[in-house]
């Protein structure tokens, strides 16, 4: 089991640390190419949702990543500084209401890339599997 591990400060241009990080990380454990952009995607949000929702942009605040690699797949932790959020009250992106709404479809997009999502801490910890 390989663990590693990213911290970001809480500003959108942290967002950028992201690729490099993924790119190493399906580097280093063979990962297949199929599923580099479902991870960087989902990371993508999910670290997105936690510097703007969770930490509300606060530079003081920081955003942890912590990855576990194993035989199954790849197991990925987002965790911010915030109070949480209630997942399961979030709308339908895909409802007719909302269909033509900008933002509020990260949450979506990592149920749909992800093999199995889980969230914790209130909804400050988000838990995402890759299954190999």
Known sequence: MIKLMLRLKSCP???????????????????SNDLFPNILISLTEAVNNAILHGNCSDTSKQVNIKTIVNGKGLFVEVLDEGCGFCHESLPDPTHVDHIETCGGRGVFLIKQLADKVEFSDNGACVKMFFKF
Do not use: M
């Not at 241009?13 to 990962?31: G, Y």
């Open 13 to 31: 241009s942290s967002i950028s640390e992201l690729e490099p990080f993924v790119a190493n990380l399906t580097e280093q454990h063979n990962v």
